[in-house]
């Protein structure tokens, strides 16, 4: 009998839940334009994509390829031909979305397409461009004892994969797919690059844990980042009016061969000249000449007796 009233209590709670999320869901499209969402792109089916893409990449490393060299061409096409099958639908699933918010105009019927067939010709050199990521991380990390590692291993390198992936895409007109790309790479890793970030050759992410790459930032050759770096903006869109130079030009631009070490943070279009170096926990908001060396002042040991009367405070108040 108890069995049957907790069975109805929950059915109740149950009822009350769904006419309430109607409610909201009801209040919430009450206050969005369009007609609704017929269409939106798919995590799951873009985690499938970006599976399918690091095995075309690289397939013995991450495609888990073990047959004869002269099989493995054969091995990419049908990697390739899975993965922009599958990206086609979810670029045509982000399209109809915009489309159902659209006034006038429509997309070319041949849009995700166009869009895939552009993408699959950069795939070459996002394969050059991730090489040197990785040499980069082993040539700047004493720790790593193979490329392969890296590859497999590294969040920076597992973040900067999805990041060259999703840069291609924003580029080339399907934001909320490489939007969802680069927020996969940021689940497994915590490293979280807007795919609008522009980033050059050899870039390497120490570690990587908290790193935050803003969209509209620039970032040069051979630039190294270390744990909670943040390159961001002053001042949130929608706080006051903006003109185009702060909607499109509101993160840093990082020059060659700098590095930055953990906790720096970064804020608005400010430069920082190449070859500078960027002490941990430094709070920017200014240009820096190239070759320089920007640090805190240095933490300094109490004398004996200052130590003491602190130990001393301490002590008392867990009392």
Same mark, same amino acid.
């Given at each position: 009998m108890q069995a049957l009233l907790r069975s109805a209590s929950v059915e109740s709670a149950i009822g009350e839940a769904a006419r309430?999320?109607?409610?909201?869901?009801?209040?919430?499209?009450?206050?969005?334009?369009?007609?609704?969402?017929?269409?939106?792109?798919?995590? +799951?089916?873009? #985690?499938?994509?970006?599976?399918? !893409?690091? =095995?075309?990449?690289?397939? $013995?490393r991450l495609g888990q390829f073990r047959g004869a060299e002269r099989e493995e061409e054969a091995f990419v096409v049908a990697k390739l031909i899975a993965a922009t099958g599958e990206l086609e639908r979810e670029v045509?699933?982000?399209?109809?979305?915009?489309?159902?918010?659209?006034?006038?105009?429509?997309?070319?019927?041949?849009?995700p397409g166009t869009i895939v067939?552009?993408?699959?010709?950069?795939?070459?050199?996002?394969?050059?461009?991730?090489?040197?990521?990785?040499?980069?991380?082993?040539?700047?990390?004493?720790a790593a004892r193979s490329t392969d590692e890296i590859l497999?291993?590294?969040?920076?390198?597992?973040?900067?994969?999805? +990041?060259?992936? #999703?840069?291609?895409?924003?580029? !080339?007109? =399907?934001?909320?797919?490489? $939007?969802?790309?680069?927020?996969?790479?940021?689940e497994r890793t915590g490293i979280d690059i807007h795919p609008g970030a522009t980033i050059g050759e050899r870039f390497f992410i120490d570690h990587g844990t908290g790193v935050v790459i803003g969209e509209t930032a620039i970032i040069g050759a051979r630039v190294?980042?270390?744990?909670?770096?943040?390159?961001?903006?002053?001042?949130?869109?929608?706080?006051?009016?903006?003109?185009?130079?702060e909607r499109y030009a509101r993160h840093p631009i990082i020059e060659d061969d700098v590095v930055i070490y953990a906790g720096a943070t970064i804020l608005g279009r400010v430069r920082i000249g190449r070859r500078s170096t960027i002490g941990g926990n430094v709070w920017l908001l200014d240009d820096v000449p190239a070759d320089s060396v920007v640090v805190q002042p240095a933490a300094r040991v109490a004398p004996a007796d200052d130590a003491a009367a602190v130990r001393d405070a301490l002590l008392a108040a867990a009392d």
């Amino acid at each position: 009998m108890q069995a049957l009233l907790r069975s109805a209590s929950v059915e109740s709670a149950i009822g009350e839940a769904a006419r309430s999320l109607h409610t909201a869901r009801a209040e919430w499209r009450g206050r969005q334009t369009g007609d609704g969402i017929p269409s939106f792109p798919s995590r +799951h089916g873009l #985690a499938r994509v970006v599976e399918l !893409l690091s =095995a075309a990449l690289y397939p $013995r490393r991450l495609g888990q390829f073990r047959g004869a060299e002269r099989e493995e061409e054969a091995f990419v096409v049908a990697k390739l031909i899975a993965a922009t099958g599958e990206l086609e639908r979810e670029v045509a699933a982000e399209l109809g979305y915009w489309q159902a918010g659209a006034r006038d105009g429509r997309f070319d019927s041949d849009q995700p397409g166009t869009i895939v067939r552009l993408f699959a010709a950069a795939l070459g050199n996002v394969r050059r461009l991730l090489d040197s990521d990785v040499e980069a991380a082993f040539l700047g990390d004493p720790a790593a004892r193979s490329t392969d590692e890296i590859l497999v291993c590294y969040p920076g390198a597992i973040a900067i994969l999805h +990041h060259r992936i #999703a840069h291609q895409l924003h580029n !080339l007109g =399907a934001p909320i797919v490489a $939007r969802i790309i680069s927020e996969l790479a940021n689940e497994r890793t915590g490293i979280d690059i807007h795919p609008g970030a522009t980033i050059g050759e050899r870039f390497f992410i120490d570690h990587g844990t908290g790193v935050v790459i803003g969209e509209t930032a620039i970032i040069g050759a051979r630039v190294r980042l270390y744990v909670h770096v943040t390159l961001g903006a002053r001042t949130p869109l929608g706080a006051r009016p903006v003109g185009p130079r702060e909607r499109y030009a509101r993160h840093p631009i990082i020059e060659d061969d700098v590095v930055i070490y953990a906790g720096a943070t970064i804020l608005g279009r400010v430069r920082i000249g190449r070859r500078s170096t960027i002490g941990g926990n430094v709070w920017l908001l200014d240009d820096v000449p190239a070759d320089s060396v920007v640090v805190q002042p240095a933490a300094r040991v109490a004398p004996a007796d200052d130590a003491a009367a602190v130990r001393d405070a301490l002590l008392a108040a867990a009392d």
